[in-house]
């Protein structure tokens, strides 16, 4: 099974090579590390690895926190695909997809985030003149009622609903929707990751099948 761990460690030589070391000997085969952060002597690291069947999570989080210092924020399984930007591969694809460009985007985001599910939406009028949001076009693993906040930011933010739930509630302006990504799982969104997203986002848009991917979404 593919696992994410993130860990907070000194920011110092010799580090993560203990942090490897201890998962190494639980029996985790590394296969990606990513800085999300560091200042005030420590960083945060997110750490993919793969790990047999039969290996407990409570194993791996019990030896990396036998080692001094080492704070471990969550683990969590992963579809992510491990390499270099993955989510270039993922823009190559959208630039090819014609109208299945939003469709395209929104399977892709769980597999790139280590997320649940992602969902578009969009406000419509009810018959008492009052606003619900209607989901426009959701990932397989979406739940079958999709809970929006009340208020669509500005930009991406990250945000714990009142359930647990981790996501990011971008806005998407210019097709008059907004995006939903979240993780039932693991820890809440690092500012990196929102900032990840709002990028992938601007470059979607800029797309010349963005539009007639969301029209035709917005047909059925």
Do not use: N
Request: charged share 25%.
């Amino acid at each position: 099974m593919l696992l994410r761990v993130r860990v907070t460690l000194p920011d110092r030589p010799g580090s993560l090579a203990q942090v490897t070391s201890v998962l190494g000997a639980a029996g985790a085969d590394i296969t990606q590390v990513t800085v999300l952060d560091r200042g005030d002597g420590r960083a945060t690291d997110d750490i993919t690895v793969f790990c047999p069947e039969s290996t407990p999570r409570e194993a791996l989080v019990k030896s990396l926190e036998s080692v001094e210092d080492i704070s471990v924020a969550a683990v969590w399984t992963t579809r992510e695909a491990p390499g270099t930007y993955p989510e270039l591969e993922i823009l190559k694809y959208i630039t090819t997809a014609g109208d299945r460009a939003l469709t395209t985007l929104v399977d892709s985001l769980p597999v790139l985030f280590s997320a649940d599910w992602a969902a578009t939406t969009t406000e419509t009028r009810t018959d008492d003149g009052g606003v619900e949001s209607r989901v426009v076009y959701a990932s397989w693993r979406a739940p079958e009622h999709i809970t929006v906040p009340a208020d669509t930011p500005h930009r991406p933010v990250a945000l714990t609903l009142d359930d647990g739930l981790h996501v990011i509630h971008a806005p998407l302006p210019p097709l008059a929707l907004s995006l939903l990504l979240a993780r039932s799982e693991g820890p809440a969104f690092h500012r990196i990751e929102v900032h990840r997203l709002t990028r992938i986002l601007e470059i979607f848009l800029t797309l010349p099948a963005t539009e007639r991917s969301v029209a035709r979404q917005l047909r059925k």
